[in-house]
T-cell receptor, first 112, second 114 residues
């Protein structure tokens, strides 16, 4: 069973059409939930870190929220340049054991 | 803004050959990682490295793989005898601290094994 499930797999929006991307996780002892953006052929680019249920973080048109079972990445009035794959990753464990477990990602396409 | 760099950007090799992928982590970071992403699949953890030793490794990271920090700036991943299934994007990442700290990723090295 996957520890991190992202949905939908792909999302097509019209410019200005707000929506939310979902990341469900089943790890116990969550130490951090991370959102990254990945453009084709590039490395993941850090967006947000969330640590505890109820936490929210915002940057430009993006807002990330966290509950005990899932996280949402809300995109308000998206632009074509927001088109990318959005990755969710969780971290459990402690000390030097700090690997990230990623979901499969959500491919967002924003049409002008 | 400091960033993780990786060389080469693309490496083509023959099956059975050794390859070394190189990374320069962000200068004040202490934790270093390698991940890989097979085309169309999710990013997978390979190994973490702290205080000059491996702190954690995945099942993928078998005896064919090794990591080294040969000097104060470089971090390398060696694959001793490449297989076709090693073809993937390999990402290096680094963080200041361990658990809870943000990992910053490099641009990746695309490894193609023929």
């Amino acid at each position: 069973e996957d520890q991190v499930t992202q949905s939908p797999e792909a999302l097509r929006l019209q410019e200005g059409e707000s929506s939310s991307l979902n990341c469900s996780y089943t790890v116990s002892g969550l130490r951090g939930l991370f959102w990254y953006r990945q453009d084709p052929g590039k490395g993941p680019e850090f967006l947000f870190t969330l640590y505890s249920a109820g936490e929210e973080k915002e940057k430009e048109r993006l807002k990330a929220t966290l509950t005990k079972k899932e996280s949402f990445l809300h995109i308000t009035a998206p632009k074509p340049e927001d088109s990318a794959t959005y990755l969710c990753a969780v971290q459990e464990g402690s000390g030097a054991n700090s690997k990230l477990t990623f979901g499969k990602g959500i491919t967002l396409s924003v049409r002008p | 803004e400091p960033e993780v760099t990786q060389t080469p950007s693309h490496q083509v090799t023959q099956m059975g050959q050794e390859v070394i992928l190189r990374c320069v982590p962000i200068s004040n970071h202490l934790y270093f990682y390698w991940y890989r992403q097979i085309l169309g699949q999710k990013v997978e953890f390979l190994v973490s490295f702290y205080n000059n030793e491996i702190s954690e490794k995945s099942e993928i990271f078998d005896d064919q793989f090794s990591v080294e920090r040969p000097d104060g700036s470089n971090f390398t991943l060696k694959i001793r005898s490449t297989k076709l299934e090693d073809s993937a994007m390999y990402f290096c990442a680094s963080s200041v601290g361990g658990t809870g700290d943000t990992q910053y990723f490099g641009p990746g090295t695309r490894l193609t094994v023929l």
